[in-house]
């Protein structure tokens, strides 16, 4: 008789070891390690390789979530079995959108649970009146044991099952308390062993840390087929989706809709949304084309530049990456003589979208020295490129899509690298480096 090993895991942190330890290497603590299941135990049977073309290709049909930019982002749906991890901060709207979701796919005849391990029946409720999902097929349990949730599955046999939050639910036979590393991991596995067996789609809602990364193990994020981060600014209604991980499709794509008063809803034209209060003749603004996934889009970048009071100036940045900022206002010192150095300098994009690609560099430029200069720009006026270190003015990826954008908009002017091809109806105002750009601009100092 084969002899097999006995495995020992940290009821702290889930760390496994082949033989017994004092002290966790991992998490550093003293005394967790209790004997666990034998190494190489199966609790199913190995299954019997077949060719790849004998698979059957029509079980990963996917079930729309009759949520447009949602299926935008899923690439049309859920797919049977798949587990979908949805993140963001507290007071995004995670729980509606879930919600949300599952009652659309409800009142299209798709039978859902929703496993509301945070908040009661009576709280739920009372936030599907207010989004008017109150479908028959739409089923809610208050539960937290992970068991429980398996044989309310077994029970009703759901479509699509939601859980919120995986960090509140807990395994009664794992260690540890609910939330905790090992509890969250283990509970995962489960629920991901959960859809594989019953095909069912499996949501589950996570919460974010400070820096803004998915909390629990980073093994989360691995047992899971798809990541998407619920993101946006408490101050503004904007949300946008996006996906960090798909297994299933792109994570190109972008869904943006606006938190109303009645839940989440599609924004039509986010381009003038963010354009619609606009000051065509105030100092320091410029309009950046950026590409957010596939979708192109016309965000105003706006810099405010004063004299600065502190041994050192501010560097203040809002929906703008602080460090191409830094680098930016090293090439406008050394390359095209306009410093900052005894001044603060403000920067934000409006209308809460964050502008992080370095195609918006020129943009975030123009904008500075406008605000340095004290000269607005003319009114139907663009930019785009990446700035190198030498002051070069870069090509961008797709920006005959980015300028068709801005040219629907009402833009008719935009200044761009040499390299870029022409479109039609736009004048291209090109430009080798920094100097080019500022006098296309005409922001070229006495």
Known sequence: MTRTSVRYRCSECGYESAKWLGRCPDCGEWGGFDESTPLGASATPPGRPVPVAAVDATASVRTPTRLPEVDRVLGGGLVPGSVTLVGGEPGMGKSTLVLQALGAMAASGVRCLLVCAEESAAQVRMRADRLQTLAPDLLLVAETSVPAICAHVDAVAPAVLAVDSIQTVQDPDAPGAPGSVGQVRDCAHRLVRLAKDRDVAIVLVGHVTKDGALAGPRALEHVVDTVLSFEGD??????????????????????????????????????????????????????????????????????????????????????????????????????????????????????????AEPGADLGVLLAIVSSVRDQPVRADMVALGEVGLGGEVRQVPQAPRRLAEAMRLGFRRAIVPRS???????????????????????LVGD
Not at 295 to 305: I, M, S
Not at 420 to 428: F, I, K, R, S, W
Request: glycine residues 8%.
């Open 234 to 355: 408490r101050h503004h209604g904007l949300r946008m989706l996006r996906a960090l991980k798909h297994r299933f499709g792109a994570t190109d794509e972008l869904g943006l809709m606006e938190m109303t008063g009645e839940g989440l809803a599609p924004l039509a034209d986010p381009s003038a949304l963010f354009l619609g209060d606009r000051r065509a003749d105030a100092p320091g603004s410029f309009v950046v084309p950026i590409l957010e996934g596939a979708r192109p889009l016309c965000v105003e970048v706006q810099a405010l530049v004063g004299p600065s009071q502190l041994p050192v100036p501010r560097r203040v940045t809002q929906s703008v990456d602080g460090n191409r900022l830094a680098m930016l206002l090293a090439v406008m010192a050394r390359r095209a003589c306009v410093r900052t150095s005894q001044s603060d300098v403000y920067v934000s994009a409006a209308g809460g979208v964050r502008v």
């Open 420 to 442: 870029t091809p022409e479109v039609a109806g736009m004048e291209l105002l090109r430009a080798d480096d920094v100097i080019d750009a500022l006098a296309a601009a005409r």
